[in-house]
């Protein structure tokens, strides 16, 4: 076989690439020490058999090689990634470009697979250096994979993958660093474009990049990286191979698969993606929804018209910024002027509507009829008003009490409802008091909306569910009322938007037992 590089025709006979089938979910590894990154691929070997080992992470990489030959003996089916990233090329070996070809080298001797050489180093050997290279790779049966890093921000991707795609590697790894969502549809689109020719791997590094970790693979992507645990990523923004697997099915998501997002800023501790994707996954619908982290409205928009995203969960501060944008809302929504759920319909415009409501009112109506029921909420700001209009709807008597007096009132008269004072609600009795402040919330300075000898209602909704127990719950319990959680409007907001985005009806017990698992678990 005669191999052209880019200034040297070398005629001598080389091996033929290996044929190698991988598996798509690639469980990075680094440690400190031999033992430990042994230690770390063993424990790994459960969630997958195809691991990366960064040689570099280790002061001596040529130490843990003699350990790689037992291992693989042991584990037939395993296929390591060996890599060795030199520090001027982020990673953190501080050998030569012929030590780290010398380290590669000897890695595939001792069975590794696929060993990663950054196109810089690819570009810095002799092209007889790298051809002989190669040539004893292929004899050990390795694939070369060359990689592209820019951990600042997602430039031109196609010169990237044009640098790699001159040395005709087996794999073309092109990773850069999100900074906004569209930057995931620059890495998608190399991806689709480029796999029907090479094996391509692509992913934008950072939170804002999760969705080409998620979506790479569906995209055509021979496979993509996650980490073994929280904790030990080995790059900015890996998620755990658990999470990529089990929540976002990386495995099983094909053309046909429906794209959802929750969006919002922050939005990494959202509930939403665990919530809906473990309904997906119960009712056998083919859809993922991932967490978006937006800066810009616009950012969210590209996302919708071009992955294209089926229907987004939309937290503060979009909820009001998105109504410019919708063909149509319901007409709650748009007397509430927020709108938590989008939906895109099938002529690509986007549809509004306010799940919040049916988040409050749902909990509440099976504990008992709202007509005429007399509801206190607490509160004017966004959770308030989807409280106040739904409860209104249902033909509630409601008050609404807010720290800023000037609030409520604006709110009561928008709403045709009454508006009373802090200092009233001792004497007031109410059926329900509805909690939609921000007291009691983790890290809020203020525990309790009101003084203890303050509360005189037959039952308390807390909305605030992080805490799941909150200091007004276990006031309440403590006076033998009973309590709803916030848990339940989340849940509920969550189930509607189940229904309105599959036309199905919502599993809301399992949606209710993951989210209460995972907030018992934060406790
Ligand atoms: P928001 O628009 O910022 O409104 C916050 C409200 O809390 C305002 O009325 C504010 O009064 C009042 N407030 C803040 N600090 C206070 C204090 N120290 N004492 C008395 N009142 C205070 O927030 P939001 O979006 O409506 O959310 C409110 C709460 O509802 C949040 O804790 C959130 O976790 C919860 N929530 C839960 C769900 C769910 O699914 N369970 C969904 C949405 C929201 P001023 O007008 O005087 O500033």
């Known amino acids: 076989m ?23 979910l690639c469980v990075a590894i680094q440690a400190a020490s031999v033992a430990e990154m042994m230690e770390r691929a063993e424990a790994a070997l459960k969630d ?19 350990r790689l ?20 090329h982020g990673g953190n070996f501080v050998g030569s470009l012929s030590a780290e070809l010398e380290v590669l080298q000897k890695a595939s001797e001792s069975g590794c697979k696929i060993v990663d050489l950054e196109v810089e180093s690819a570009e810095e050997a002799k092209p007889a250096q790298l051809e002989q290279f190669r040539t004893r790779l292929h004899a050990a049966g390795t694939a070369l994979l060359i990689s592209f890093h820019d951990f600042v921000r997602t430039g031109d991707l196609n010169q990237a993958a044009a640098r790699i795609e001159a040395f005709q590697p087996e794999f ?53 990286f996650a980490s073994s645990d929280d904790g030990v990523e080995t790059a900015p923004g890996q998620v755990t191979v658990r999470t990529l697997r089990d929540m976002y099915r990386v495995e099983h998501l094909d053309h046909a698969t429906r794209v959802f997002g929750v ?14 994707n473990t309904a997906f996954r119960r009712e056998a619908v083919n859809a993922v929804l991932l967490p978006l982290k937006v800066r810009l409205l616009a950012d969210l928009l590209a996302l919708v018209r071009e992955l294209p995203l089926a229907g987004v969960a939309v937290t503060m501060p979009l909820k009001q910024e998105v109504l410019p944008y919708l063909a149509n809302m319901d007409p709650l929504t748009g007397r509430i002027g927020a709108c938590n759920t989008l939906r895109t319909g099938a002529d690509g415009k986007l549809y509004g509507f306010n799940t919040d409501v049916a988040g409050i009112l749902r909990p509440l109506e099976k504990r008992l009829s709202l007509k005429g029921a007399r509801i206190a909420v607490l509160g004017a700001g966004g959770a308030a008003r989807a409280a106040v209009f739904g409860l209104a709807d249902r033909g509630a008597e409601v008050f609404v ?3 800023t007096h000037e609030k409520a009132v604006a709110l009561a008269k928008e709403a045709k409802v009454k508006a009373l004072k802090h200092e009233q609600l001792p004497k007031t009795h109410v059926d329900v008091l509805i909690n939609s402040t921000s007291c009691g919330m983790r890290g809020s300075k203020q525990a309790l909306p009101l003084e203890e ?54 599993p809301e017990a399992d949606m209710l037992r993951v989210v209460e698992l995972a907030l018992r678990k934060r406790g």
């Not at 997958?48 to 990489?61: G, M, Q, V, W, Y």
């Open 2 to 24: 005669t191999r052209t590089t880019q200034s040297t025709t070398i005629s001598a006979p080389i091996p033929a690439p290996p044929r190698l089938r991988v598996g798509k």
């Open 48 to 66: 997958s058999r195809f691991l990366e080992l960064r040689l570099d992470a280790l002061p001596k990489p040529a130490a843990v090689l003699p």
């Open 69 to 88: 030959k037992d291992f693989l003996a042991e584990h037939h089916d395993v296929i390591l990634i060996a890599t060795c990233r030199r520090k001027e």
């Open 172 to 224: 073309v790894k092109v990773v850069s660093t999100a900074r906004s969502l569209v930057d995931n549809l620059a890495i998608l689109r190399l991806i689709e474009d480029r796999s029907l020719s090479a094996h391509v791997v692509g992913i934008a590094m950072g939170e804002e990049g999760l969705v080409s970790r998620v979506l790479g693979p569906r995209a055509g992507a021979a496979f993509t």
């Open 263 to 276: 969006a919002g800023n922050p939005i990494a501790h959202s509930l939403s993606p665990l919530m809906h």
């Open 401 to 403: 009490v807010n720290r």
């Open 453 to 506: 000898n303050e509360l005189n209602a037959g039952l308390v909704f807390d909305l605030v569910y992080n805490p799941l127990e909150t200091p007004l719950l276990k006031l309440a319990a403590k006076r033998g009322i009973p309590v709803v959680s916030g848990m339940e409007m989340f849940v509920h907001q969550g189930a509607r938007q189940f229904e309105i985005w599959t036309g199905k009806p919502a």
